[in-house]
């Protein structure tokens, strides 16, 4: 464990977003980019995606999360901060990555967008077939 008074840092990953995480000792606060999380994600569901690590370990009042987003969308974003959030708290307490790892949180979710192919209208879609 590290002391108490320096925060913790992660990153998390999930299609191209990017989510640099800072956990420190706190009363429960999660601000991403300046803003709180009911504004910056507005749908429950995304907001509820992001706190499993910090409800699974119940530890959603110790720490304030200060969160950097950049790239992918919505959902993207809420991954990757999920996966920052978990690999913040394994840096905190080595005890917790066991928990954390049954639940899937310290995986990095590989799928990204597939390439668009040379000659066709998408990554998988054809050009209508045409006989004659």
């Known amino acids: 464990m ?11 990953r999930r299609k191209s977003a990017v989510a640099s995480v800072r956990l ?6 999660i601000t991403i980019n300046g803003r709180t999380i009911e504004n910056y994600f ?7 995606f992001v706190q499993q690590p910090l409800t699974i370990t119940n ?3 110790r720490f304030d999360v ?9 959902t993207g974003q809420a991954g990757a901060l999920r996966h920052g959030i978990a ?5 905190f307490d080595q005890s917790l990555r066991e928990v954390l790892k049954n639940s899937g949180f310290l995986t990095r979710d ?3 967008r597939e ?5 066709q209208p998408g990554a998988r879609k054809r050009f209508q077939f045409s006989k004659r």
């Not at 590290?2 to 998390?12: D, V």
């Not at 690999?87 to 840096?91: E, I, K, P």
């Open 42 to 48: 507005p749908v429950a569901s995304l907001r509820n």
């Open 110 to 112: 590989s799928r990204i």
């Open 59 to 61: 530890s959603n009042s």
């Open 24 to 29: 420190s000792p706190g009363a429960g606060t």
């Open 66 to 74: 200060k969160a950097r987003l950049n790239g992918g969308g919505p």
């Open 115 to 119: 390439r668009k192919k040379p000659g």
């Open 2 to 12: 590290e002391s108490e008074k320096s925060p913790i840092r992660a990153t998390g």
């Open 87 to 91: 690999r913040a708290l394994v840096n």
